[in-house]
C-alpha cells in the first residue's frame, strides 16, 4: 500500500525513502547539467534519444554500449551516470545485503518454481524481486560477487533464463522451469510482467527491466563433448563456446523460441541476452536473421540486446566465424547486439575492456561500419535507462519511494517458503509413508545434504545473510531437530553418513547405526552445484554410487525410506527406487528447505506439493541421446513432446499424500469470443483433508496429420493448466478456453499454421484422472466437437 499512498501526495525530496542517498545514485539530469533538450521529460521519447544521441562523439559512444565496463559507462561531460549493464535476479537479487542487514529474499531456484504450475508465485515473486532491486539500489548496493570495488548495481536483470530443459545432462537445468516451453513462456511472461510492472501504477517507467537469456539454444555448457555427443575427458572439446547448434526450422520455431516468443509479445520484456553458441553455423550475437527479422520485425521487441559475457570474443576465438576483432564488432552491431558484455577476469571483474570500446571508433572511420548501426545501438540502449526513469525527475516517480524495508519483507519471505512447498514432487509413496506423523515414527536423518545451508539455495545467488557467511539459514539438520520437538516426535537421530560423491565411506557404519534404531529414515542427498552448473554439464545422471550404496545398505536395515534428492536435472533412480518407500524431487529448493521440508514431510501444510514440470527418464536416456543433437523428434526423442519411450515418471506426475481427487467429465460450452469454446471439469476433493490439486491440458494432433510435416512427431502439447486448492468434499470448476490458435503448430518453415483435423483434448491431474475430447477443426478454422467412439458432433 505504502507506495500507492505516497502517489498521492507531493513527495519532497528531503522525504525520501529513510537510507536512500539520493546524491550517490546515479542517475542523469542533475543540474546544473539538467538543461539538455534529452532532460525535458515532456518531450517524446524518440526526441530525446535523438538529442542525447546527437550530444555524444563517436570515441563516446561505445562506452555507453559495454557491460561489465561499470562504473566507466559513464560520459560525465553530459552527465550520464555510470550504469551497471546486467545484475541477476533468476529468483531473488544477486546483490549483497543492505546496510541494515536486510538481505535480498532468496526464492527457490526456477527448477523448483515451475513444479508449483502456480502463477500467482511467478508474478509475485517477479514483482517482489523487482521492488527490492529497486530498494537496494536506492541504497547503493552492489553484486554480490568477490571483486570488492563493485560499482552500483543496475536495474536491469540478466534473467529469467527460458531455455528449456532439452536434455537431462545440461548443467544450467536448475535455472529454468520446465522442459515444456508453453509452460516455459507462461512462466517467463509473468516473471516479466511482475519484475518489469510498467502497466499496472504508473506506465511510464519500468520498475526493473527483464533480459530474457539465452537466445537461443543454450542448452549445452561442456567442457568435454565430443563432435558425435558423447563425453569424453581427454579428447572431448566442445563447450557451449564452439557447439554449433543445428536446429530445423520447425524445431527452433516450436521448441527454442516459443518460450522467448511469449514473454516478448505477452510479456513487454524490454531485454534480450543473445548466447554463446552457434545457431545453423552463426554465432548467435552475430544472427541477424535471428535478432532483427525474429526479434525485432516478428516479435516486435523494442528492447536492448546484449551479449552473454564475452561471446563476442568466442565468435572470433572458439567459433572461427570472424577473422578479427573489427570484423567480430562489425557483425555483431550489424546483427543487432547493442551491448557488449566485455570479458572479465576474476576479481576484477570490472576493469577489463570491451572491443566495442576498442574497435568501434576506427571501424567506423575506415568505413568498416556505418555509424547508424552504432546509433541504432545506443538508442536500444539508452531508450531502456529512459524508460527506467534515470534521466527524469523523480519527485512523481513511484519507483523512487521505495523504501528499505521493502527488502526482506514478510510477505516476500512467505511466498519463499510458500514456493519451496508447492515445488516438493512425490514420485512414489509405497503404503503412503507420507505423511510422517513424527508422534507415531522415530526418525533417522541421514545423507549428505544434512548440514548444507547452501546447496539448496542454488545458484545466483545474492548474500544469504548479513556478513556473508550461511549462518541464518536454517539446515535441514536443524529444521528436522526444530519440528520434532515441536510436534513433540518419538526421536531423531541424524548421520550424513557420506559426502555427495567420492569414495569415503567411514560415515556409513553410524547411518546404519542410526537408521537401524529407527522406524522410518529420511534421506537427504542428490546433486550439488560441483556436478552441474553454469560450464559444467552432468555426463552422467545416476544418483552418485557412494549414495547409491549407502541407500542399498540402509535398505538392508530399515524398509521405510523417503529420499528427498536435490537436483537441477533429473536423476537416474533405477539402481535405488526399489529401495525407497518414497522419492521425493526437490529441485534446489531454496534457502529456507530446512524449515519447509519437515512440515512437508509431516503433512503439516496442507498447500504443499507439485507436478514434475520435466520427464523423469530411467538410467539408459543418458545412452540414447546424442548430446549434440537439437532435433527434438530424433527417436527416442526429447521431452514429453516427442520421448517415445516409457519415463520413470511421466511430465505432470507428482503425488498429493494428503488427500485424493476426481475430475468430472469434461463439458463444453460456448466460449467468450467468436469461435473459441470453454471446456469445463469439476475438480473434487474426495479425501478427508484439505489439499492442492494441479489439472493440465494437453492436446495431441490429428493422426492424419502428413508424416512430411515434422509437427506430426508432436505427440502432445500443454495448453492450459490450473493450480486448486480445495477443503475436504468441496468441488470447483475448472476452465480452459480454447481458439483455434490454441492449436497452431508449425509447419516445417517454422511458421504457425492451423492444420485441419480431430485432434485429442485430454485434462489430467497427471496421475489417475483424465478425461478426454475429441475437436474436430475444419477447413473454415471451425471447433466442433466430437465426442466417444461414435464421433457424433454435438455442436
Ligand atoms: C520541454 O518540452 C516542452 C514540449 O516541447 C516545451 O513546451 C518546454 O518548453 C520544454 N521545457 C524546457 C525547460 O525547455
Ligand atoms: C567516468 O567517471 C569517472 C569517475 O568519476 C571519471 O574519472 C571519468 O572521466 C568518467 N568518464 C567519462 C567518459 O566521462
Ligand atoms: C507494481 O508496483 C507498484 C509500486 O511498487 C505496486 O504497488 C504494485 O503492486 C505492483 N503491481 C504489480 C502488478 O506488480
Ligand atoms: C577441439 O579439438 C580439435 C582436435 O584436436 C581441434 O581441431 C579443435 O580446434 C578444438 N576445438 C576447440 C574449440 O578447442
Ligand atoms: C555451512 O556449511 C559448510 C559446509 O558444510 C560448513 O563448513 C560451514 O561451517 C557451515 N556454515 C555455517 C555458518 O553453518
Ligand atoms: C460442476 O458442478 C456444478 C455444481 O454441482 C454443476 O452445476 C456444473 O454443471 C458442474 N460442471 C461440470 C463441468 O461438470
Ligand atoms: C499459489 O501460491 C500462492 C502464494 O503462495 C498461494 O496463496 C495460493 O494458495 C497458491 N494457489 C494454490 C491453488 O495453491
Redesign the pocket.
Known amino acids: 500500500m505504502l507506495p500507492l499512498l505516497l502517489l498521492l501526495v507531493v513527495v519532497p525530496l528531503l522525504h525520501l525513502s529513510e537510507g536512500a542517498h539520493t546524491d550517490q545514485i546515479p542517475r542523469g539530469c542533475k543540474p546544473p547539467l539538467d538543461w539538455f ?1 534529452f532532460c ?1 521529460a ?2 517524446p521519447l524518440d526526441e530525446r534519444l535523438d538529442d542525447i544521441i546527437s550530444r555524444l562523439t563517436l570515441q563516446e559512444k561505445p562506452y555507453l554500449l559495454v557491460a561489465r565496463e561499470s562504473p566507466k559507462g559513464n560520459i560525465s561531460r553530459l552527465g550520464i551516470p555510470e550504469f551497471d549493464w546486467g545484475g541477476n535476479c533468476m529468483h531473488g537479487v544477486q546483490s549483497r545485503c543492505a546496510p541494515d542487514g536486510r538481505c535480498p529474499t532468496s526464492f527457490p531456484n526456477p527448477n523448483s518454481l515451475g513444479p508449483t504450475f502456480n502463477r500467482t508465485i511467478w508474478k509475485t515473486m517477479g514483482t517482489a524481486i523487482g521492488l527490492e532491486l529497486r530498494a537496494l539500489w536506492l541504497q547503493n548496493v552492489g553484486e554480490n560477487h568477490d571483486d570488492r570495488n563493485l560499482p552500483h548495481m543496475g536495474l536491469d536483470c540478466w534473467s529469467p533464463n527460458l531455455n528449456i530443459v532439452r536434455d537431462p545432462r545440461w548443467g544450467r537445468n536448475l535455472e529454468t522451469p520446465s522442459e515444456d516451453p508453453f509452460l516455459v513462456g507462461v512462466f517467463g511472461t509473468l516473471y516479466t510482467l511482475g519484475l518489469q510492472n510498467n502497466s499496472q501504477v504508473d506506465d511510464r517507467y519500468f520498475q526493473a527491466v527483464a533480459t530474457l537469456k539465452h537466445l537461443d539454444a543454450n542448452s549445452l555448457e561442456g567442457p568435454h563433448w565430443t563432435p558425435d555427443g558423447k563425453w569424453d575427458k581427454k579428447h572431448g572439446n566442445i563447450t557451449r563456446y564452439s557447439v554449433n547448434a543445428k536446429i530445423s526450422m520447425h524445431d527452433w520455431a516450436a521448441s527454442y523460441l516459443a518460450a522467448f516468443r511469449q514473454a516478448v509479445v505477452e510479456g513487454g520484456a524490454a531485454g534480450i541476452m543473445c548466447s554463446y553458441n552457434r545457431i545453423n553455423g552463426v554465432p548467435a550475437c552475430a544472427h541477424e536473421y535471428l535478432l532483427q527479422r525474429v526479434v525485432r520485425q516478428q516479435w516486435k521487441f523494442r528492447g536492448y540486446v546484449t551479449s552473454d559475457s564475452h561471446a563476442l570474443e568466442k565468435i572470433v576465438t572458439t567459433h572461427h566465424y570472424a577473422k578479427d576483432w573489427p570484423e567480430t564488432v562489425q557483425l555483431a552491431l550489424q546483427a543487432g547486439c547493442d551491448i557488449e558484455s566485455a570479458a572479465w577476469t576474476k576479481g576484477n571483474m570490472f576493469a577489463t575492456g570491451g572491443h566495442y570500446i576498442d574497435e568501434v571508433p576506427s571501424a567506423v572511420q575506415s568505413g568498416l561500419i556505418d555509424e547508424e548501426l552504432v546509433d541504432r545501438a545506443l538508442r536500444n540502449a539508452l531508450g531502456v535507462r529512459f524508460r527506467l526513469g534515470l534521466f527524469d525527475p523523480i519527485e512523481d516517480q513511484p519507483f523512487w519511494n521505495i523504501p528499505p524495508s521493502t527488502v526482506q519483507q514478510p510477505d516476500h519471505v512467505k511466498l519463499a517458503k510458500e514456493a519451496t512447498a508447492q515445488g516438493l514432487v512425490l514420485l512414489k509413496n509405497d503404503n503412503k509413508i507420507v505423511p510422517i506423523d513424527p508422534t507415531k515414527y522415530s526418525i533417522a536423518l541421514i545423507g549428505p545434504h544434512l548440514y548444507d545451508n547452501i546447496t539448496m539455495a542454488g545458484n545466483y545467488l545474492g548474500q544469504l545473510c548479513p556478513k556473508d557467511n550461511p549462518s541464518c539459514v536454517t539446515t535441514f539438520h536443524a529444521g528436522f531437530v526444530e519440528a520434532v520437538s515441536k510436534y513433540q516426535g518419538k526421536g531423531l537421530g541424524a548421520a550424513k553418513g557420506c559426502s555427495v560423491n567420492g569414495n569415503d565411506k567411514t560415515g556409513f557404519a553410524e547411518a546404519i547405526d542410526v537408521a537401524k534404531k529407527a522406524d522410518v529414515v529420511i534421506y537427504v542427498g542428490g546433486n550439488n552445484l560441483h556436478m552441474e552448473a553454469e560450464f559444467i554439464d552432468r555426463p552422467d545422471i545416476r544418483l552418485p554410487a557412494i549414495q547409491v550404496e549407502l541407500l542399498q545398505e540402509i535398505a538392508k536395515v530399515n524398509d521405510k525410506i523417503v529420499t528427498v534428492l536435490l537436483h537441477g536435472g533429473m536423476i537416474g533412480l533405477d539402481a535405488i527406487v526399489n529401495q525407497a518407500a518414497a522419492v521425493i524431487s526437490a529441485g534446489y529448493p531454496g534457502r529456507y528447505a530446512g524449515e519447509i521440508l519437515p512440515d512437508v514431510l509431516f503433512g503439516k501444510n496442507a498447500r504443499a506439493w507439485g507436478k514434475l514440470a520435466i520427464t523423469w527418464y530411467h538410467d539408459s536416456i543418458q545412452e540414447d541421446l546424442n548430446m549434440l543433437d537439437f532435433s527434438m523428434s530424433r527417436p527416442p526423442g526429447r521431452t514429453y513432446r516427442y520421448f517415445q519411450g516409457t519415463p520413470q515418471y511421466p511430465f505432470g506426475h507428482g503425488l498429493n499424500p494428503l488427500t485424493s481427487f476426481d475430475l468430472s467429465k469434461l463439458v463444453v460450452h460456448k466460449g467468450k469470443g467468436k469461435q473459441t469454446l470453454a471446456l469445463q471439469t469439476n475438480v473434487t476433493n474426495t479425501g478427508s483433508r484439505p489439499g492442492s490439486e494441479i489439472v493440465m491440458a494437453f492436446f495431441s494432433p490429428p493422426s492424419t496429420l502428413s508424416k512430411r510435416q515434422p509437427a506430426s512427431k508432436l505427440r502432445k502439447q500443454l495448453f492450459g493448466f490450473e493450480r486448486v486448492h480445495l477443503q475436504p468434499t468441496v468441488s470447483r470448476t475448472v476452465a480452459f478456453e480454447i481458439s483455434p490458435t490454441v492449436f497452431q503448430l508449425y509447419d516445417s518453415d517454422g511458421l504457425q499454421v492451423l492444420f485441419p483435423g480431430k485432434y485429442s483434448v485430454t485434462v489430467t491431474n497427471g496421475v489417475d484422472a483424465e478425461e478426454q475430447i475429441s475437436i474436430l477443426i475444419d477447413k473454415q478454422h471451425n471447433l466442433k466437437v466430437l465426442h466417444g467412439p461414435d464421433e457424433s458432433a454435438t455442436q
Open positions: 533538450p525535458n515532456s518531450l
